[in-house]
């Protein structure tokens, strides 16, 4: 039982930045702009939130400093896809092309900066912010050891964007709109809805969310940050286009790429799995085949927003 | 309002632009200025500068033990970019500024090194952790003004594992990065110490050992680390770079979980205890002392040039870190015996590393049990 446990929370781990991001990304993508920057937008949410924890360290600790690194990094996501709003909005630029240039830039950004600024281009942070037991909430039987104790408050602030998300994207206007604007923007833009507008939204959103994941996924996993996120923000996309575009799905889909990670690294620790003799990388790919399947079965009636990737011109018809 | 956008978007992007070129402006204006005086001793810093708590710091010290004892001009010089013509073009400026001899930290300098060898034969050259040769690999050619300097990582794997077991652990786990050579030699020499320790000592030990496959800290070697560590693993050695930081992270995590000091890292090439405080040593190459006797030799006119040395146990070239060690009983004393041990030969340390699975490559462990995870 307690091996499961473990299992559990360093899923969570995997997922939890994974299912941010993948979120950023449907934002984006439901209003009709495709976003391949996330990893490059992780890198520079990751690189001013974890700045910023470095230089605070001295009066700043735990999840106070964990809270606001989070707001840091969500600004730096927002300002950052700024360029990828105006290249793909205002100047209808290939989109595919913009995030791609996003994404070489950012880790180049990154050193540059670090090494200027502190000479070397690691930035060291001391992680104060593990969570060792949720007091009451632990003490619930099974649910209370998976998710309540050894863990940390961007678990529950990913729960809490997933749940956001879905309410923003089915239950109010502006996410019919951005729906819409995903869908058919020369429709939406003749009921009279700004599209320009929406899609600067969706895309400054997926900034904001994927800035917060670059943190995320840094905080757990090292003790300092080199200017990378290991191409989670790609994984990202795998996640939501397993997911299909929708943010159930995509909680499961980021589960499950979680689950088969953490799996394949530590299945050496478990005995019977460790009996079967499979090699780690046949854990490691189940994710990927799992993802390819999943596109061939759904080609024919793919969830993919039909806008998605094509830049919208009032002229065209 | 897209106008002002746009303007304030580029006034952003010139104003970084701007801050940048100043800083790099200062800099090349501090090493120009140096053109009046000569310095004999120079050091080209390899990415990042001399306080890097790297290999440029620990050259660096190594020079400066030296040029103070002996009162000697010296000076460093940090080239404008990470490429083979700029490090060349700032070996030929430490060599105007009157340079004898020129210290090139890190394999980088391999191709820089080699072409400053032919033109400047007067000039003298030391090169940390590589030999010279040609961009494309195809000659190999070490200059009678040149000294290259390897290590020999088993012995400091070795010295590592055997404190760790002789502190108490006994199991133990080896997280590599890549599988290259300097790796699999700090693994090998690693289990044998633990196997020598255990022999000693009359215990069993067993040993997790991967290769994660790159030199970056990620969530699947924290994870992994992580998995060690609850399974009981004690003290993990992690080797190769930023994997090292993912291990000492799932250390921290381990240890926070648990209220207690149970799960150890062992950092790799210089002494890493400042990076986590659950660093108990580092499996390290003394950087400084090899600097330090090349420059001497150098001076004492019987510079070892045109052939590669080797540095090990025997001429202190490498260790353990012992001056900010956390271990529990094992002392400096238990240290410095087993390190004259291993300097008088009584260990044979197997350091063939055609094969990199310990598991079928070491067959000479006795109390140690291997299992490797592919």
């Known amino acids: ?317 | 309002m897209k106008k002002l956008l746009s303007t304030l978007l580029a006034l952003a992007m010139v104003l970084t632009l701007v801050a940048c070129g100043q800083k790099q402006a200062a800099t090349s204006g501090a090493s120009a200025s140096s053109n009046k005086e000569t310095f004999e001793l120079a050091l080209v810093t390899d990415l990042g500068t001399i306080d890097d708590k790297s290999f440029n710091q620990g050259a660096w010290e190594g020079l400066v033990k030296y040029a103070n004892e002996k009162g000697i001009s010296h000076k460093y010089y940090q080239p404008q970019a990470a490429e083979t013509n700029a490090y060349f073009e700032t070996i030929e400026l430490a060599i105007e500024g009157g340079a004898k001899l020129v210290v090139c930290p890190g394999y980088l300098f391999e191709e820089p090194v080699y072409l400053a060898q032919e033109k400047y034969p007067d000039t003298h050259f030391i090169l940390l952790d590589g030999e010279p040769h040609t961009a494309d690999y195809s000659t190999y050619k070490t200059g009678s003004n040149t000294m290259p300097i390897l290590y020999q990582e088993d012995e400091a794997g070795f010295l590592a594992g055997y404190a760790a077991v002789k502190d108490g652990n006994t199991k133990l786990g080896f997280l590599g990065g890549m599988a290259v050579p300097a790796v699999v030699r700090f693994g090998f020499g690693y289990i044998q110490g633990i196997d020598a320790a255990a022999k000693e000592l009359g215990v069993n030990c067993e040993v997790v050992y991967n290769y994660t496959g790159a030199f970056a800290a990620t969530p699947e070697a924290q994870a992994l680390a992580s998995s060690w560590y609850n399974a009981g693993t004690e003290v993990v050695f992690g080797c190769g770079g930023a994997v090292g930081n993912s291990a000492m992270s799932a250390a921290e995590g381990k240890n926070q979980q648990e209220g207690k000091f149970v799960a150890k890292v062992i950092g790799v090439d210089v002494d890493q205890y400042s990076e986590s405080d659950t660093v108990i040593t580092s499996a390290i190459k003394l950087l400084s002392n090899s600097v330090y006797d090349g420059i001497t030799m150098f001076y004492d006119g019987k510079f070892p040039g045109g052939k590669t040395t080797v540095f090990n146990a025997k001429n202190n070239g490498v260790g353990a870190a012992m001056d900010n060690a956390r271990f529990n009983t094992f002392t400096k004393a238990d240290y410095d015996v087993v390190y004259n041990d291993l300097k008088a030969g009584k260990f044979n340390i197997f350091n063939d590393v055609t094969e990199s699975n310990p598991a079928t490559a070491l067959t000479n462990l006795s109390n140690t049990k291997v299992t490797f995870i592919e």
Not at chain 1, 24 to 45: D, H, K, P, Q, T
Not at chain 1, 84 to 107: E, R
Not at chain 1, 163 to 184: D, H, Q, W
Not at chain 1, 198 to 212: D, E, P, R, T
Request: hydrophobic fraction near 55%.
């Open chain 1, 1 to 317: 039982m307690d091996l499961l446990y473990f299992l559990i929370q360093q899923t969570l781990l995997f997922m939890i930045p994974l299912l941010i991001v993948a979120l950023g990304g449907m934002f984006s993508e439901r209003a009709g702009v495709v976003n391949i920057a996330l990893e490059g937008i992780m890198v520079m949410g990751a690189f001013t939130s974890i700045f910023f924890i470095n230089l605070t360290q001295g009066f700043m600790s735990g999840n106070g400093q964990l809270l606001i690194a989070i707001l840091i990094a969500a600004a730096t996501g927002i300002v950052f896809s700024l360029f990828h709003a105006i290249a793909s909005v205002n100047l209808k630029a290939d989109q595919t092309i913009s995030g791609t240039a996003l994404n070489m830039f950012a880790p180049a950004f990154a050193i540059f900066i670090a090494r200027i600024i502190q000479t070397v281009q690691q930035i060291e942070f001391k992680n104060t912010f593990r969570i060792v037991e949720v007091p009451i909430l632990s003490k619930i039987p099974i649910i209370g050891e998976m998710l309540f104790k050894n863990s940390y408050i961007t678990t529950y602030i990913g729960i809490l964007i997933l749940i956001l998300s879905s309410l923003v994207l089915y239950k109010t206007k502006f996410g019919l709109r951005l729906r819409a604007c995903g869908e058919n923007p020369h429709a939406a833009n003749t009921a009279g809805i700004k599209v320009e507008l929406i899609q600067y939204a969706g895309v400054l959103i997926s900034g904001a969310l994927a800035g917060i994941g670059g943190l995320v996924f840094v905080v757990p996993t090292s003790t300092n940050f080199n200017a990378t996120v290991s191409g989670y923000g790609f994984l990202a996309v795998a996640v939501l286009i397993f997911g299909q575009w929708k943010p159930k799905y995509i909680l499961f889909a980021s589960f499950f790429f979680g689950f088969m990670k953490a799996l394949s690294n530590s299945y050496a620790s478990i005995p019977f799995l460790f009996a079967l003799n499979i090699q780690s990388n046949i854990y490691k790919m189940i994710p990927y085949i799992a993802t390819i399947l999943v596109l061939i079965f759904t080609s024919k009636k793919s969830a993919a927003p039909r806008a998605s990737g094509i830049p919208f011109d009032k002229m065209k018809r």
